[in-house]
């Protein structure tokens, strides 16, 4: 949810009005809607002209190239924010779509072996170190088992730019 929400300040600050959502609803189902309902909440408070719906396709696989690009042509976003970068990238281009000319993209999940692209860098290796922050603290109190309370450790993204949006006066249209 901070990710989505932290993504949605920064292309907003970059002056990008028109945002779009895109990632398979199965990706959205392994994070329990989170991004989604984030991305929903902040089209509450837009007016309904700068209202991109979300592009849910199933799977990236079947490509739907037709339903993409009427989601595309309708929605007319300025940017898409996505779950699997290497995956639009590769559909807006198919598109005819130049990036970021055309649409801008960022990712909720920046990925160092993967294409450059602006987006959210998820501080992997601050989960990682959390994670075994609580383990060994578990140790030190001899717990086993599954705890009878669940507790959710959270670890706040960074925004990192990247090739993939255009510069703040060039997006504003200024």
Known sequence: YQNMSLALENVQRL???RIG???TRIADALVSHVPLSAFAGYQQWIPNRFRVPPYLPHDWTPWDK???H?????GRPEIVICSDH???NGRLKEAGCRIPQDVGMVTLDVDA???PCAGMD???ELVGAAAVDTVVGQL???ERGIPATSQTITVEGRWVDGPTVRARNRAAGT
Do not use: P
Not at 70 to 74: A, E, G, N, Y
């Open 113 to 115: 072996m993967a294409i």
């Open 21 to 23: 959502l895109a990632m």
């Open 66 to 68: 037709e339903a993409f």
């Open 140 to 142: 030190h109190r001899n």
């Open 15 to 17: 002056g990008y009005r």
């Open 70 to 74: 009427q989601w595309l042509v309708r």
């Open 122 to 124: 998820q501080n992997s």
């Open 86 to 88: 290497r995956k639009m």
